[in-house]
């Protein structure tokens, strides 16, 4: 099973919307007398909304903070964030300014590769963030970090077996401490099995629907053939609807990794192999 999938530093792909203008009419005739009367009686009706702007006395160690809280308030027993917070986490200006979902900011952010993204690791990403910023303009600052983040995670890993090893842990980690419950089935051994809710949440930070055009269905259903094909899974039982083996998300994860290399190597400078 061998899959590309675009880790670029761009991180995929930008869809330009188009958004159809409001028309409406307008009389040029002059208003009488009444019809001045109903104009300011409507006003007077009129409901004011105002957009209430982030407090510019807060720092951004605090709006990180907050947001950190935010996310975590439905999950008030753990202490760090995991793979589906990362989804949720929204960055503005006055916070981080890159989007941390992206796998390379992601791997920058996970200091210690555990799968548990801590306020520390936060605050080390802002500093990071600062100090690799300042060389940058700021119309191009998310595009150049995001970048960078890409190098920095192709360098740490290398090329060779090690590398490839190391990343793929790393990811098992995120997938791990994102699964509130796993699986083992009997009749399969010690393998354990990893709930299609998180590979959900993997297959976006992938963007594999942006890049591929592979939907999350179709995902699942690759990664259980592959598990029957190597008598893991039986399509046909209902109570394994759901889940999928670690060792075959992490198969994937290899291919990936290599896929990666290969077009690391076409856009920029080869990475040294072993």
């Known amino acids: 099973m061998c899959v590309c999938v675009d880790m670029s530093p761009t991180g995929g792909f930008t869809r330009e919307g188009k958004r159809e203008g409001a028309r409406g009419t307008f009389s040029s005739s002059a208003a009488g007398d009444d019809d001045v009367q109903g104009m300011k009686s409507q006003r007077n009706t009129t409901t004011t909304t105002t957009t209430t702007m982030p407090n510019p006395r807060k720092t951004s160690r605090e709006y990180i903070a907050e947001e950190f809280r935010r996310v975590l308030k439905k999950n008030s027993n753990k202490h760090h964030l995991t793979l589906q917070h990362v989804l949720s986490f929204q960055t503005t200006g006055f916070s981080l300014p890159v989007d941390i979902s992206h796998l390379g900011v992601l791997w920058i952010l996970d200091r210690n590769h555990d799968g548990k993204i801590t ?11 600062r100090e690799e910023g300042m060389k940058f303009p700021t119309y191009e600052l998310e595009n150049n970090l995001r970048a960078l983040c890409t190098i920095k995670l192709w360098e740490d890993v290398g090329a060779g077996p090690e590398g490839k090893e190391a990343f793929v842990h790393w990811i098992s980690n995120l997938l791990i401490e994102n699964s509130s419950e796993r699986r083992r ?90």
């Open 119 to 129: 306020l520390d690791e936060l605050y080390g990403l802002l500093d990071f963030c």
């Open 185 to 274: 089935f009997w009749r399969y051994g010690s393998h354990q099995y990893i709930h299609v809710f998180t590979l959900e949440i993997l297959h976006k930070v992938l963007k594999l629907q942006e890049v591929l055009g592979i939907g999350f269905q179709a995902f699942i259903d690759v990664l259980q053939r592959v598990a029957e094909e190597q008598k893991m899974m039986d399509l046909c039982d209902e109570e394994q609807d759901d889940w999928v083996p670690l060792n075959v998300v992490r198969e994937f994860m290899s291919s990936t990794y290599l896929g990666a290399v290969k077009l690391m190597a076409d856009i920029s400078n080869p990475i040294d192999r072993e």
